[in-house]
């Protein structure tokens, strides 16, 4: 299993005996038994053939040289997991390592803080997403029967989906072909809205005379 540290490095879990790909492993190179090894060589083998692998292994941890010139189990089991690891990396993670660096180099955030929107720019669904929130309009009827008070000013609130309180969306008559007798009506009922609040969810009119239609709107925008 991948994990994508803090620092943008890959760590393989199930893998400890190897550094890739978060960094090059930096293991001891072998060599050969040198003949200022071979008394030390004989006494690990006679450990090994006495069956004394405690003294063995002990003989190897304290002989620096002896113990590079034995090829064992965990040597074996280093190479494995390198080999593991690069393996992995190339056939399953290397896109997606490449996308998510790509996206830190050039700064795609799509919720940066003050001290990072500087250096970083929308994701192309960010943008979408605002771009939709300023172009797109929703259709809003205010009843006649919908209005609040016994004097002015009339009130009436009505839900709108997606607006905030710190929203300013622009609001206009939404008037069909029909009758221009009717669109009158409505034309002069909209003319008594003076002003209007929003919050979150809905936006409030606000209107000197109270009107007698009802009256199709379009908001368009935050």
Request: no cysteine; net charge negative; hydrophobic share 40%.
């Amino acid at each position: 299993m991948a994990e994508i540290t803090a620092e943008n490095t890959i760590v393989y879990d199930d893998l400890p005996l190897t550094d890739f790909p978060a960094k090059e492993d930096s293991w001891a190179r072998m060599s050969d038994i040198s003949t200022s090894l071979i008394a030390a060589e004989a006494q690990y083998q006679a450990l090994w053939d006495a069956g004394d692998l405690n003294g063995a292994n002990a003989l190897l941890e304290s002989n620096e040289g002896l113990k590079n010139a034995i090829f064992n189990a965990d040597k074996w089991n280093r190479i494995r997991d390198a080999i593991i690891a690069l393996q992995r990396y190339y056939l399953n993670d290397v896109q997606a390592y490449i996308e998510e660096t790509g996206k830190l180099a050039v700064g795609i955030n799509d919720s940066p803080t003050e001290e990072e929107k500087p250096l970083s720019s929308y994701s192309v669904t960010k943008v979408d997403q605002l771009l939709s929130q300023i172009t797109g309009t929703k259709a809003v009827t205010l009843t006649a029967a919908g209005w609040s008070g016994s004097a002015a000013p009339f009130t009436q609130s009505a839900a709108v989906s997606g607006v905030t309180s710190s929203d300013t969306p622009v609001i206009g008559l939404a008037l069909g072909t029909g009758d221009s007798g009717s669109s009158k009506n409505i034309e002069r009922s909209f003319s008594f809205i003076y002003t209007t609040v929003t919050g979150d969810g809905t936006i409030t009119f606000y209107a000197r005379k109270k009107p007698t239609v009802n009256i199709p709107l379009m908001v368009k925008g935050k």
